[in-house]
Structures are given as structure tokens and as C-alpha cells.
């Protein structure tokens, strides 16, 4: 299972976080925090994978995470997940994210959380995969997204 | 509204609480348009939990919402369903989401499933009758559909093996059609058909535990690095650790890390695959990733040995002072795991070091070592080994280089460290006859003189000081110590330091409390504390109160109040003799007399390291199966350290000077592991074969004359029954039962029905006071070579009995036998009087555990551990777990229909719910109420019309009561008990009885 989807960006600064299971505001950031020191301290060549955090559960729990520009996305994913898969996954919301916004950047993640949101609700639900094809994915957005159009046309 | 409302998230987000707008969020909702709905539904999801009291205003507009047409509602209903609802409310929705599951839609068939996944995780109790409908989904034409359910059984089975064998066949067909390409083409991930789908269905089938797994799965089950379910077939295991090895050798790091893993699991299973790769992980030790380092460690710990233990704990210091902060937790792992392999004594080198090593580890892991570490590392100097002689060494060791860490720098000590060279200066340092007790005194006041020095190491010096404090020299110091000390604001240290002060003065005193030498004899402590019974009797007489158990004290608080929850008396009534005083124990009596050796305990660390090396090694057939197999690096280098100049010769291209040291690191890291005829570099293991086979042979040869004895005898023939009665629980047998046991025994049958007759058998065991009453089937818990378990549980009045039955098949004694139960759900207490056991040949051991519920679930399970030792030596543990309904701890209730009244208004937790009828006789309510008193042992109060009125209590004293009603042809039933969970759990048994019938 996910636990949490966090993405922030190269100085720690949070630009999206999804928590699965319930934590304090609190404890969220001092997630968020911890999980950044991790994170940045390490080089480009290295594994994409990390243990021994341990503010989410302890041992059990990995972080994986995958570092675009200046955004680093992070799953934090309990043992029953693939760690290859999760990283895969990652890779798909970014294509996807670069196809929803044309040439995806910061800035969409900051004046768009809400589209950001969405999509990430058609990927995983509830902390399980939903969906790992991306055309499905797009798709779903989108015929969401016309019929909020029409909507505000109508209305 | 929606601008601010996004907004809010973002605020949320970075840390600021932004709690006024959560009612807007949830008002936004309800009543916006599509957009602002789902704004608001994001909102919500992201600022509310699963407890928050808000979200029940949510419940009516996720109701509207699954029922409306425009699918997007739905699927955004759905989805807030999946990330959060209240448990009491999901019966609410739980119709309509069921509807959903045969959606034309499949996105909403798949958002479906997983919200009722999500149902089963919270509350698995009330999704139980939609199991047939997650069947449907699995073989949905959708394969996204399928895929989700595959997440509910793969938790389903992980629960319950047994329950869905039948569908193994269905998984193994889509698993090959899935391989087989069958699936769009949008689900392959480079050329790879559905990777992560063949995952997971491999998971659920190690979990089904059936071998239909063929070759190419295989092979794709490495790809996909799910190698652990494959490590039970051996054959496949060797074909895929070459695969291995090219994940290992892999440029791309991410792959390097899989094959690390895949490694450590495949090398638990043999020890022999990593000499393939034996230079490649060398080459891994070495890499810049922390984490590719870590795993490397952590699979050499897999192959330690007692021939390569010294190398490997070097390699382990060495990172270990670099990434200490990253993953302390896991080197301190490693270091128990030295410590133990020490005290098998044939692995560590030498007492140097082992001495040394522990002192880098003390001071380096310092204070963030977990507490256990010191605690066995002292309980190992002070047990000490087979020969006197070595044990003085060791200490005599330990106490020099203390002393010599002790006049250098000690304020750099880590605390921990301080107290473990306290104790053993304390402890020991008379070994060392030309070191003076006063200048250890000196050393040890300087100590406490440390302003870092925390009030725990200077409770630890003090007690030293007292061990220490003899005669003449230390006098002086030890005054001083006291006078600082003896007025001290922190209550232990002004005790010990009283201690120091009456043991220094008094010499007979302190001979009769702290006998040299003599921390190992067991204390006997008088934990019923009778010696003060007298004192307790007089005080009472002379009016004082009896003594109060601190909860009952509380209790009676509770009832004082005004406003008490409980006030029928179903309080226990606590007999003062039985729980008061035998839970208190004398503080100071414990801490003067017994030291320190009663905190060090053991338990519960297995058992890796034998005598003979990593115990997975033991078998002798395998050792010399492996004999002819080549180590190709091994060889060569060994070799060249026997004749290094030959060596040159005979390889054409001379090794680089490097990649030699690298190779010789290899031999000295996997010697060990490959065949025991192989030149060895410590010269142990020709010593350790020879001393298995001739263990073998004695073995052999007494089973024989065991044999032989057996076959002369007349009992011969029912040797299997003829059983001793043993222990004090058995005395108490009428020989009568004994009779009966020999005409059991004699009759024919053993040979054709085993099973019932070790039924019958062990049934004859059974305690003489349960000889009344009836109870369950015994069943068979695990079975060892040697050892057979098997327990059954009987209902008694007022308490629920476990008794578990050892059954020792082999020709020798197996002496104590430490039986663990415990369990989440349970408070179990042994009733016999010791743990351990003794299992005589060819008899029955008899445990018996006394049960109560501690938390009220479904199913309760008691999990077990057996460790017990053979007369050969070597240890084993045995682990199994008993289940057992919650209706075992149902007893009636007998109370008033006005009692009842009055309980019912009182009780906090209810659950309601509709049940059916059994509709055959005249009067349904009377006949389904008399099923439910037969089948769960419930005591029907009244029936009054059409309703009825039952009661019953959990042991001990956990009362539920329950009122019915026939309506329109059903049965509602509301439960309501002062427990939390214990309504939905009867409710679920009073289904399940139901259906039955």
C-alpha cells in the first residue's frame, strides 16, 4: 500500500502532498522535512530507492523517489508494493502531468493543486494503484474536465 | 468559492492549519456544481480523517451522489469513499456501492471494488457476505477490474490460506494468460506483459502454497525480482541465481540494489550460491551508495560463519563509524548477532578480541544502542563458558583494558558504555590481584565527579562502589562519595549511596549480601512476600485499611462520581490475597541482593548460530554433496597463499596488484561456505567435522541399543501408548484411566488408525479436573522430527482453558521444553507452575493456560513458541498457533428483565442489524432465539410479543445484551455491551449461527 505522495521541490518547500492514512499536521511536516534530508543528500547516481526512515512505520517502509529539475517526487510505499513498479508509476504521473499541462512546470503544480489532485485520484485510490496507463488516465481527466466546461457554459 | 477553497489546500499544505475552512469544503460539496464539487470533495478528502466529526455531515451528499446519474459524481463519490468514511456509516452505503459492482462502466466497476477493499480493511466484519460478489469481479472481462480485486484477495489470503484453495486454478489461469500476452497492449511495460499484475498474482499464489509455478514464470519471476516466493524450490533457485548475478553486475543502480536483495533471500536458503558472485559483492562493499552498502552488509551478516566472522565484523566497524547516524538500527542487529556467535565460542578468535571489538561498538554505537545489547554482553562475561580457566581470561581482559580506558579520557564514553564498565570493575576487578580496590574506587568517583554523567551510570558507579568498598584504602573515598551523594535529590542515587555508606562500614554485612563471585546463583524472591503476612495481619487488627490494587482503587473512584458509567457492580470482585500483594515487589530487596543479573534476560532471540556454524548448514548429507564442487576465485587464491611464487607461474596474466588484495579479501569472506575439504585459513573446520561425525556415529549407535532394548521388551509393540503419567497435573489421574490406557494400548488398531489413537491417547492426558467437562477436538498444532504438539480447549464455568499437549516421539528425553503463548487478542497465564517441561521418551507433557479476552475480535489466535534443547545439544524452536472462535468465551447472563432495563440505557456501544428468521416452526422468534441460546450460549431473558430479550457476558465479566424484534419477516436485533467491538463481533456469530442451521 502508498502511504503518502509527497512532491517538493529542490529547497524542501512542499508543492503537493497526499497522505493515505491520518497523521497530525504536525507529524506531516516533520514528514515532509525528514523525508527531504533524506532525499537531497543524495547524488544523481545513485539508487532511487531508501530505507530507514523513520517517521512513516519504520522498517517496512521505503521511500521511493525520482528527482525531474527541480521537483523531487516521493512515494512512501510499505512492503507489499514493487519497488520497480512504484518507480514506473512515478514516471507515468509525470508523463501524464507533462501532458495534462503541456510541458508541465512548477509553477502548474502551485496555481493548479486542484488538476494536480485530480489526476492523482485517477492514478491511486486510497492508497492502491487504480490505474498505470496513462492514455486511460488522460482520458478520465479529460471527460471530466468537458463536462465541468459545459457546465460552467450552461450555468 | 472554488478559488479559496484551493487556496485553503495550499495553506494546508505548507504547514498552516486552516480548520475554518473545512465546514465550507464540506458545504461546497453538497450543494456546488460539478466543478465546485469536486473542489469541494478534494477539500475534504485532503483536510478531514477518518474520525473527524464533520465528515458525518458528509455522509447524505455521498449518498445523493452514488445515486445519481452523471458518472462523474459517482466515481467522485467513490473515490472520498476509498480515502475516508466513518466505520458506523458504512453499512449505510454499503447497498450502493454493491450496486456499483455491476456498473456497465468498468471505471466505476473498478472504483467500486477497491472502495470495498478499503470497507474490508476497517471493518471486515460487515463486508463478509459480499465475498461471492468479489468473484464476479475477479473474472470481470475487464482486466483493470481484475487487477483491483486481485488487491482484496491478496489480503484475503494472506489471512485465510485454507478458505480460497479453490481458486488457485483461476489465478494460475491468468497468470499464463497474462505471460501469454492476452492482455492489450497497454499494459505491457518494455515488451514485458503486465509486470506488476504477474507480481502480484505470484504473491497471492506463495500464498496458496501450491506448486503450479512453471519454467517461464520462473524466469520472469526473477525479472520481476520476486524471489522470495520462489526460494522454496531449490532446483529453480540454482538456474536463478545465475540470473542474479547479472542484476548484480548491472551498470544501472536500481537494478543492482533488486539483485542485492534477490541475493539475500536466495543465500538465506543456501549459503553456497554467493560464491559465484563472490567478487562482484566485494566490488559492492565498496560503492558510494550508502544504501547499495547496506545491503551488501547485509548479506554477508547472511553468510557469517564461524571462519569469516573476524573479517566480516572488520568490513561492518568500518561503515559502521561512516553511516552510524543513517542506520544504527540495523548494525546493533548485527552486533547481537556477534555477541551470540561469541558465546558458541568456537567463532570469535580470540577473547582480545572479542573484548576489543565490544568496546569500538560501545563507544562508537553509544547511547542510541537499543538496552539489550550491554544487558547480554554482561550476562555473557558473567555465565561465562565451558572452562574456568578461559572465563578468568576473558574477565581478566575485560577488566584490564576498562581500567586502561578508564584512566585515559573517560568523558567521551557514551553512557551505556560507562555502566558496562562499571559493572564489570564491580564485578570482577579482584581478578586482577596487583590492582588495588582504591584505585578502581578512584577511578570510578572521578566518574561521578563527570558533570555528562547522566543519574542512571551514576547509580550504576555506586553500585560498583558497594561491590568494591572493602577495608582500609577505599575508606576515605567512599565517605566522600556518601556525603555528596546521600543528600541527593533523586531518590535511587540517595539510596544507593545509603547502601555504600551502611555496606562500607559494616565488613559481615556486606559478606552475607554480596558474596563474591556469586552473581550467578538464582535468587529465590519471595514474590508473595509471606515474611510481611504477620505485619499485615497486625496492621489490619489494628484497624488499618487493606491494601488496594491500584486499579481497583480507580474503580472505586469511577463509582464514587456522580455520573458513573457502571454502576451494576460488574466491577470484578478482586480477592486481596490472590492479586494485591503478589503483584508488588519489594524494590529494595530486588535491587540489593540480586545486582544486576536478573534484568539480563535472553528470551526471544533465535537461534542462528550453532555450534557448527549457521545452523541451516547442519545437515552432514549436504556438506558432502558440495564437496566436489569448485569455488573457481577461491581456489587460485588460496593457492597463491600457499605458494604465492607457483601461483604467478601458473596463471598466465599475472593479477593486478588490486584486484589480488581483492581476491584474497574474497577467500577470507566465503571461506567456509564452499566444501569443508577446501584448505581452510584458521584451521577449524577439520576440527569441527571431525567432532560432527563422530557426534553422528555416538547418535547412531545409541538409537540402535535403544532399538534393541525396545524390540526385547513385551511393552515393545505399544510403545507408543505406554506413557508415563509425568508431572504434578497427572498425579491426580484415578489409575482407573491408567487401565484403560494399557487396553487401548493393546488393542490391534495403532497400526491402522494412528491418528485417532493419538487422540484417544492424549485425551487420557487431560487433567483430572477437567475430566467433566466437554471439550473441543484436539487438534494438531506442528509437528517437529521428534516433537509432536497438539491442544484443545475446554469451557469451564467461569474461565476458558488451554491445554496443549506435547507428544515426544523420539527414543530420548527432551528436557525443559520452554512453551510461549501469547497473542494480541488474549491475556493467557500459565496455570502449571513452571513454563519449562520435561517430555520423557515416547510421552505426553501437559500444558494448561487459563484464557481471557483482552480485546473482543472475531477470531481470536494464541500464537505460540516452543524452544527446547536435545540431550545432543543442539537447540530448536517450534512455532504454532491455535485459533479459536469468540463464542468459546461466551457465557450466559442471568439477569431481570428490570436489571436488564436499567443495564441497557448504561452501555455505551451498539450495532444494529437485520438477521433471518428461521421461519420453519410456529413460532419463529421462539425457535431462532433458541438457536442462538444453544449455539452461542445466550440467556434468552423474556419474550415478550415480538420482541425478545436476551443477555450473555464475556469472560470474565464483560456483559452484551441483545433485543430483538420481528420485523416484516426479519429479525432486527440490536446488541449493545460497555465494550468496544464486542457487539459487531457477536453480531457476526449470531450471523454465522444462523446460516448454519
Known amino acids: 500500500m502508498i502511504k503518502a505522495i509527497l512532491i517538493f521541490n529542490n529547497h524542501g518547500k512542499p508543492r503537493l502532498s497526499k497522505f493515505y492514512e491520518h497523521y497530525s499536521e504536525d507529524t506531516e511536516q516533520q514528514i515532509i522535512r525528514e523525508t527531504f534530508h533524506l532525499v537531497s543528500k543524495r547524488d544523481e547516481n545513485v539508487c532511487n530507492f531508501l530505507e530507514g526512515g523513520m517517521l512513516i512505520g519504520g522498517s517496512d517502509y521505503r521511500l521511493i523517489y525520482r528527482h525531474y529539475a527541480t521537483l523531487y517526487f516521493v512515494f512512501c510505499v510499505d512492503s507489499s508494493e514493487s519497488e520497480l513498479g512504484i518507480l514506473d508509476l512515478i514516471q507515468v504521473f509525470v508523463e501524464t502531468l507533462d501532458k495534462c499541462f503541456e510541458n508541465v512546470c512548477e509553477l502548474d503544480l502551485i496555481f493548479h493543486v486542484d488538476k494536480v489532485h485530480n489526476i492523482l485520484a485517477e492514478m491511486v485510490m486510497g492508497g492502491m494503484v487504480l490505474e498505470t496507463n496513462m492514455n486511460e488516465i488522460i482520458t478520465q481527466v479529460d471527460s471530466q474536465n468537458k463536462m465541468e466546461k459545459s457546465e460552467v457554459l450552461t450555468g | 468559492m472554488k478559488e479559496l477553497m484551493v487556496r485553503a489546500i495550499y495553506c494546508e499544505m505548507l504547514g498552516y492549519e486552516a480548520s475554518f475552512s473545512y465546514i465550507h469544503a464540506i458545504k ?57 468514511f466513518p466505520k458506523d456509516m458504512i453499512p449505510a452505503i454499503l447497498p450502493l456501492v454493491e450496486e456499483k459492482l455491476n456498473h456497465p462502466k468498468e471505471i466505476i466497476r473498478r472504483k467500486a471494488v477497491l472502495a470495498l477493499y478499503k470497507f474490508y480493511l476497517i471493518a471486515p466484519n460487515q463486508v463478509q457476505h459480499i465475498h461471492n460478489k468479489f468473484r464476479k469481479a475477479l473474472c470481470d472481462k475487464d482486466p483493470g477490474v481484475m487487477t483491483a480485486s486481485l488487491h482484496i484477495y491478496l489480503q484475503m489470503i494472506q489471512e485465510n490460506p485454507e478458505g480460497y484453495k479453490d481458486l488457485t486454478t483461476s489465478f494460475v489461469t491468468i497468470l499464463k494468460q497474462v505471460v501469454g500476452g492476452k492482455l492489450p497492449m497497454d499494459f505491457n511495460y518494455h515488451s514485458v506483459p503486465a509486470p506488476w499484475l504477474q507480481i502480484q498474482l505470484l504473491r497471492i499464489l506463495l500464498f496458496c502454497s501450491t506448486i503450479f509455478l512453471c519454467r517461464d514464470v520462473a524466469a520472469l519471476c526473477i525479472h520481476c525480482y520476486c524471489i522470495q516466493p520462489l526460494s522454496s524450490f531449490p532446483a529453480i533457485l540454482y538456474e536463478s541465481a545465475k540470473c542474479i548475478g547479472n542484476f548484480v553486475l548491472s551498470l544501472k543502480i536500481n537494478l543492482k540494489y533488486l539483485g542485492l536483495k534477490a541475493l539475500t533471500y536466495v543465500v538465506q536458503q543456501h549459503p553456497k550460491l554467493a560464491l559465484q558472485h563472490q567478487m562482484t559483492i566485494i566490488e559492492c562493499l565498496d560503492h558510494p551508495d550508502l544504501i547499495i552498502k547496506r545491503e551488501t552488509l547485509e548479506l554477508l551478516f547472511r553468510i557469517t560463519n564461524a571462519q569469516n566472522v573476524s573479517v566480516i565484523v572488520e568490513k561492518m566497524l568500518d561503515p559502521f563509524l561512516k553511516i552510524m547516524l543513517c542506520c544504527c538500527i540495523i548494525y546493533t542487529l548485527f552486533i547481537v548477532l556477534i555477541l551470540f556467535s561469541y558465546e558458541e565460542y568456537t567463532y570469535a578468535p580470540d577473547n582480545e578480541w572479542f573484548i576489543e571489538t565490544m568496546s ?41 583494558s576498562y581500567v586502561s580506558l578508564l584512566q585515559g579520557e573517560p568523558g567521551k564514553l557514551p553512557q551505556r558504555f560507562l555502566q558496562v564498565i562499571s559493572w564489570v570493575l ?10 588495588e580496590a582504591a584505585t578502581v574506587l578512584r577511578l570510578l568517583a572521578k566518574l561521578l565527579d563527570m558533570k555528562s554523567t547522566s543519574s542512571e551510570t551514576k547509580s550504576w558507579v555506586l553500585m560498583a562502589m558497594t561491590k568494591l568498598c572493602e577495608g582500609g584504602a577505599g575508606v576515605s573515598v567512599t565517605q566522600e562519595v556518601c556525603e555528596t551523594y546521600g543528600s541527593s535529590l533523586d531518590t535511587v542515587l ?84 490472590s492479586c494485591s500483594i503478589a503483584d508488588r515487589q519489594s524494590p529494595t530487596l530486588l535491587s540489593v541482593s540480586s545486582g544486576l543479573s536478573t534484568t539480563l534476560k535472553l528470551d526471544g532471540v533465535k537461534r542462528v548460530w550453532g555450534r557448527e ?8 548429507v549436504e556438506e558432502s554433496a558440495h564437496v566436489e564442487v569448485p569455488s573457481p576465485l577461491q581456489s587460485p587464491s588460496q593457492q597463491g597463499e600457499a605458494d604465492s611464487s607457483q601461483s604467478q607461474t601458473l596463471t598466465p596474466i599475472p593479477t593486478p596488484q588490486p584486484e589480488q588484495e581483492k581476491q584474497q579479501l ?39 541399543e535403544q532399538t534393541s532394548q525396545l524390540s526385547q521388551g513385551p511393552a515393545a509393540a505399544n510403545g507408543i501408548c505406554d506413557v508415563e503419567l509425568t508431572g504434578s497435573d497427572m498425579s491426580e489421574t484415578s489409575p482407573t484411566l491408567i487401565r484403560d490406557n494399557g487396553v487401548v494400548a493393546a488393542d490391534p488398531a495403532p497400526h491402522e488408525d494412528p491418528d485417532k489413537l493419538k487422540d484417544l491417547c492424549l485425551r487420557t492426558h487431560l487433567p483430572a479436573e477437567f475430566s467433566g467437562l466437554c471439550h473441543s477436538e484436539i487438534t494438531p ?68 493456560y487459563s484464557l481471557t479476552v483482552k480485546r473482543p475480535s472475531v477470531h481470536v489466535e494464541v500464537v505460540g513458541t516452543a524452544s527446547y534443547q536435545f540431550p545432543a545439544g543442539t537447540p530448536h524452536s517450534a512455532q504454532f498457533s491455535y485459533k479459536l472462535p469468540l463464542t468459546s468465551f461466551i457465557r450466559p447472563l442471568t439477569v431481570s428483565t428490570e436489571e436488564y432495563g436499567a443495564m441497557w440505557l448504561d452501555f455505551s456501544h451498539d450495532t444494529k442489524q437485520k438477521l433471518t428468521l428461521i421461519s420453519d416452526g410456529q413460532e419463529p422468534l421462539t425457535d431462532t432465539l433458541n438457536v442462538l441460546k444453544k449455539k452461542l450460549q445466550l440467556h434468552v ?57
Open chain 2, 494 to 577: 540517595r539510596q544507593r549511596a545509603q547502601e555504600l555508606q551502611h555496606l562500607s562500614q559494616d565488613c559481615e554485612l556486606r559478606a552475607r549480601v554480596l558474596p563474591r563471585g556469586a552473581g550467578l546463583e538464582p535468587l529465590e524472591v519471595d514474590s508473595s512476600l509471606s515474611f510481611l503476612d504477620g505485619f499485615v495481619s497486625e496492621a489490619l487488627a489494628a484497624g488499618a485499611a487493606p491494601y488496594k490494587a491500584p486499579h481497583q482503587r480507580q474503580e472505586e473512584l469511577a463509582q464514587a462520581k456522580a455520573l458513573s458509567l457502571e454502576p451494576y457492580g460488574l466491577s470484578l470482585p478482586i480477592s486481596m490475597s
Open chain 2, 781 to 848: 498444532l506442528c509437528t517437529n522430527q521428534t516433537l509432536d504438539f497438539s491442544a484443545c480447549h475446554l469451557q469451564k464455568e467461569d474461565s476458558l482453558a488451554l491445554v496443549v499437549f506435547i507428544y515426544n516421539s523420539s527414543d530420548s528425553d527432551i528436557q525443559e521444553i520452554l512453551l510461549e503463548l501469547d497473542s494480541d487478542e488474549l491475556e493467557v497465564s500459565c496455570v502449571c507452575d513452571s513454563p519449562v517441561q520435561e517430555a520423557r521418551s515416547h510421552s505426553v507433557a501437559v500444558c494448561q
Open chain 2, 28 to 84: 461546497l460539496a453538497q450543494q456546488g456544481t460539478a466543478l465546485e464539487k469536486r473542489v469541494g470533495y478534494l477539500a475534504v478528502s485532503l483536510f478531514l480523517n477518518e474520525s473527524h466529526e464533520l465528515l458525518l455531515l458528509l455522509v447524505n451528499t455521498v449518498l445523493k451522489d452514488l445515486q445519481s446519474t452523471n458518472l462523474i459524481e459517482v466515481c467522485m463519490a467513490l473515490t472520498v469513499v476509498s480515502q475516508m
Open chain 2, 941 to 997: 431473558v423474556e419474550i415478550i410479543g415480538m420482541e425478545g430479550i436476551v443477555a450473555c457476558r464475556l469472560l470474565r465479566d464483560q456483559p452484551c445484551l441483545m433485543h430483538c424484534r420481528l420485523h416484516a419477516g426479519t429479525l432486527s436485533v440490536w446488541l449493545r455491551s460497555p465494550v468496544p467491538d464486542l457487539p459487531d463481533c457477536l453480531m457476526y456469530h449470531c450471523q454465522r449461527a444462523l446460516q448454519e442451521h
Open chain 2, 613 to 620: 556454524g549457521y545452523l541451516s548448514e547442519r545437515e552432514p
Open chain 2, 426 to 435: 564491580g564485578e570482577y576487578s579482584y581478578l586482577r590481584e596487583e590492582l
Open chain 2, 666 to 704: 574474497a577467500s577470507s569472506l566465503f571461506v567456509g561456505l564452499g566444501s569443508q575439504s577446501s584448505v581452510c585459513l584458521m584451521g577449524k573446520s577439520e576440527s569441527t567435522t571431525q567432532r560432527f561425525r563422530r557426534k553422528a556415529k555416538d547418535l547412531a549407535v545409541s538409537s540402535l
Open chain 2, 360 to 400: 569500538t561498538v560501545f563507544s562508537v554505537g553509544g547511547d542510541m544502542m537499543q538496552p539489550d545489547i550491554p544487558n547480554s554482553f554482561l550476562k555473557l562475561l558473567s555465565e561465562g563458558f565451558d572452562s574456568v580457566e578461559e572465563d578468568r581470561k576473558l574477565r581478566l581482559f575485560a577488566v584490564d
